[in-house]
């Protein structure tokens, strides 16, 4: 059961999604839900299915009191680090919130302060409060549709379907078609993939 985190102070979840892929950006959401939300669907976004994420993303751009969403790009992401990278996208997605929040839960175990707000870490929080669920199923749902436009460009990798993650079939296409300006260089791709039993 999803909770509150402190119904006395103005709170923002921020979650992303995309760190483990091979292309496209990493993104994140900054989200700050009114006391009384409540959603029966509202859940982990990877324990939800894309429909209900879909059915989701609507509702809580329509319900919150302030969200926003931030994409770092693949050229960033070999700049500076994947960590720094998703870390980069949570406080550009915060920047953007058109509410200053006075606290803010991240999911996972790893941030930098932003703009002396304090701030909490939260293992698997994205299981646990609402503003990290409904942060994760915004930037989950933002971030595939992005791969779904860039599926249109470059049918051959499938992004429709993995999303840019690292699946067998993802894996061969890059062997076979080498890799595109939306693949991360730094992930080493395709030297990788050319070692892989496929």
């Known amino acids: 059961m999803l909770s509150e ?17 091979l292309c496209g950006p990493v993104t994140a959401a900054a989200v700050i839900l009114p006391k009384d ?3 029966p669907l509202l859940n982990d976004s990877k324990k939800m299915s894309e429909i209900q994420r879909e059915i989701l993303a609507p509702i809580i751009k329509k319900e919150a009191i ?12 070999d700049e500076i680090n994947i960590l720094n990278a998703s870390i980069l996208a949570m406080h550009q997605s915060l920047k953007k919130l058109s509410i200053s929040p006075e606290f803010i839960i991240v999911d996972g175990n790893r941030f930098k302060p932003f703009q002396n ?9 994205d299981g646990k409060y609402l503003s990290i669920a409904a942060a994760s199923v915004l930037a989950k749902t933002e971030r595939d549709q992005y791969m779904h436009k860039l599926h249109l460009q470059y049918p051959q990798y499938s992004w429709d379907k993995n999303k840019g993650y690292p699946t067998r079939s993802h894996r061969k296409a890059i062997v076979e078609h080498g890799m595109t300006n939306h693949h991360r260089k730094s992930f080493r791709c395709l030297p990788l993939q050319q070692s892989l039993d496929l």
């Open 117 to 125: 707000i304090a701030y909490q870490t939260i293992v698997k929080g």
């Open 66 to 77: 302030s969200y926003a969403i931030a994409h770092i790009d693949p050229k960033k992401i």
């Open 37 to 39: 939300f409540y959603h």
């Open 5 to 21: 985190y402190n119904s006395n102070l103005v709170v923002a979840g921020t979650d992303e999604a995309g760190r483990g892929c």
